[in-house]
């Protein structure tokens, strides 16, 4: 199937301010852009990319002082499959883990390990260790936490949401992320694209966020906020928790004026993307 993916996102700024922007498809998905991504801005103003340690594309540029809008737009090719699963896949005990991995066991901004590792064991530690029991956390935090954009707030933890148990789909991940590595379970975190592909149309869009965890050599897919297997996952970065991939990283204050996202399937005559390029850059 076709996918069509992009955003819209309007910021003003008292000044002009350098930003780091994370909103293109992960480099892993390259070989599946079926119309590459067109990226504008208004006004225009120059950029560049760099792909930064995790493997994530990054768009650097100088923000002028005003209002400033990104607009990316894409279409990639998706196998039309649900998550894969492996339900017999094995824990990797630490001493035998990958050097890349174990980054992915230590706490971070977002997931203090020191403060949820005893409840971790406390909660999990009987149940057996594998593929089960990471769904078992998933099964947990879907269950503790009530979804709420109202209740949204960037500075929550992980350790935060579990005592508040409300949050929206980065405090569903960051809290599993935290459960999992507690565990001895290398976890990253994930921000992307999900549409409701297969599933009720929910609005509005917006990017979405899930977990990844390294069970018998492999990286698998969770979602501890739906809790089920979904079609379509379009990843545009990975890391240790929110703050190393922030949509947009902003050296200075700046206010979100605007913001939208689309993700949908599409047949050939609506994949490409409408024609804006004079204002391309």
């Known amino acids: 199937m076709l996918i069509r993916y992009g955003y819209e996102i309007t910021v003003s700024c008292a000044q002009p301010?350098?930003?780091?922007?994370?909103?293109?498809?992960?480099?892993?998905?390259?070989?599946?852009?079926?119309?590459?991504?067109?990226?504008?801005?208004?006004?225009?103003?120059?950029?560049?990319?760099?792909?930064?340690?995790?493997?994530?594309?990054?768009?650097?540029?100088?923000?002028?002082?005003?209002?400033?809008?990104?607009?990316?737009?894409?279409?990639?090719?998706?196998?039309?499959?649900?998550?894969?699963?492996?339900?017999?896949?094995?824990?990797?005990p630490v001493a035998e883990l990958p050097d890349s991995c174990l980054l992915y066991l230590m706490g971070s901004r977002y997931c203090e390990t020191d403060k949820l590792s005893q409840t971790a064991w406390d909660l999990?530690?009987?149940?057996?260790?594998?593929?089960?029991?990471?769904?078992?956390?998933?099964?947990?935090?879907?269950?503790?936490?009530k979804f709420d954009y109202m209740q949204a707030r960037a500075t929550r933890t992980a350790f935060e949401a579990f005592n508040e148990r409300i949050g929206v789909c980065r405090d569903f991940a960051h809290l599993a992320v935290t459960l999992c590595r507690c565990l001895n379970i290398p976890a990253r975190y994930i921000n992307g694209h999900l549409g409701d592909i297969g599933v009720p149309v929910v609005d509005p869009m917006d990017f979405s966020a899930w977990i990844e965890v390294y069970l018998a050599g492999s990286w698998w897919t969770f979602d501890p906020r739906n809790n089920m297997p979904r079609i379509g996952r379009i990843v545009v970065a990975r890391g240790r928790d929110a703050a190393d991939i922030p949509l947009i990283n902003s050296f200075g204050p700046h206010v979100l004026k605007s913001f939208r996202v689309w993700t949908y399937e599409v047949f050939d005559e609506q994949a490409s993307a409408p024609n804006f390029a004079q204002r391309a850059r």
């Not at 930064?52 to 196998?79: K, Q, Y």
């Not at 530690?125 to 078992?136: F, I, L, N």
Request: charged letters at 25%.
């Open 124 to 145: 999990f530690g009987k149940v057996p260790p594998g593929w089960g029991r990471v769904q078992a956390v998933c099964d947990f935090v879907h269950r503790h936490i």
């Open 17 to 92: 301010t350098a930003m780091v922007c994370l909103l293109s498809v992960s480099e892993d998905r390259k070989s599946d852009i079926r119309v590459p991504e067109k990226v504008f801005t208004t006004p225009i103003i120059p950029m560049t990319t760099y792909v930064d340690s995790f493997g994530n594309r990054c768009r650097r540029l100088v923000a002028p002082a005003g209002d400033l809008t990104i607009w990316g737009d894409a279409t990639i090719e998706d196998d039309g499959k649900i998550d894969p699963a492996d339900f017999g896949a094995v824990e990797v």
